[in-house]
C-alpha cells in the first residue's frame, strides 16, 4: 500500500506531474485542496522559506508528510523582480496576461543583453509539521526575456522566457519537452536524488 502524502497546492498541472515522480518512491499523491487545505499567507522571503511555510502548513492541517513548491521567475535588470510574486507581479492573482504586460513595460527600456532572467523552483519534502531537517530540492533554468510573447504552449511567463539552450521561448516548446527541462523538473531531478 502506498503511503499518503499531501501536495500544498490546488494547482491540478503542478499535482500530477510531482505525483508521477514521487510514485515510484511509493506515495500516493494528494493535493491539500482535496483536504479542503486552504494555502496559507506566503510570508517569507525566499523562495524556500515559502515552500517550507506551506509544508509545514498542510502537514499540520493533514497529519500526512507534506511537499510544498515555491517558484517564480528572477529578473536580474529588475533586482530579482517579479520573484516571490510572479503570480500576483501586476496585482491579481494569477493574471498571466496582465503579469507578462506589466514585465514587458519595466523591461522597455532595457537592451537585449540586459535582459538575464531565469526560472526558480524549490520544492520542500517533511515527514511531519516539526520535521528539523527537511529535504529541500532546487532547479533553476537561464534565459533571457525577449521583446514580444512567442509561443502558444505554457503558461505563466512562458512565452517570454527564451531560452538559449533549447533556441526558442518555453511557449514555442511541446509540453513533454518543457516538462524535461524546466526549473520544477530539475528541482524534482534533484529531490529525486535525495529520496
Sequence with gaps: MKQKIV????????VKEMADVLSDFGFEVIAQTDLDIESPEETGLTFVENALL?????SGKSGLPAIADDSGLVVSA???????????YAGEEGNDAKNREKLLAELAHFAQDKRQAKFV????????????????????????????EKGENGFGYD???FSPEQGCTFAELETAEKK?????????KVLKSKL
Excluded: M, W
Aim: proline letters at 6%; charged letters at 20%; a positive charge.
Design 54 to 58: 506551506k509544508a509545514r502548513y498542510a
Design 180 to 188: 524535461k527541462i524546466s526549473h520544477r523538473a530539475r528541482a524534482l
Design 121 to 148: 523552483s524549490c520544492i520542500v519534502f517533511l515527514q511531519h509539521p516539526t520535521d528539523p531537517s527537511p529535504i529541500i530540492a532546487e532547479g533553476e533554468c537561464h534565459g533571457v526575456i525577449g521583446f514580444e
Design 159 to 161: 512565452s517570454l522566457f
Design 7 to 14: 501536495l500544498a497546492t490546488g494547482n491540478k498541472g503542478k
Design 78 to 88: 529588475l533586482n530579482g523582480a517579479p520573484g516571490l510574486y510572479s503570480a500576483r
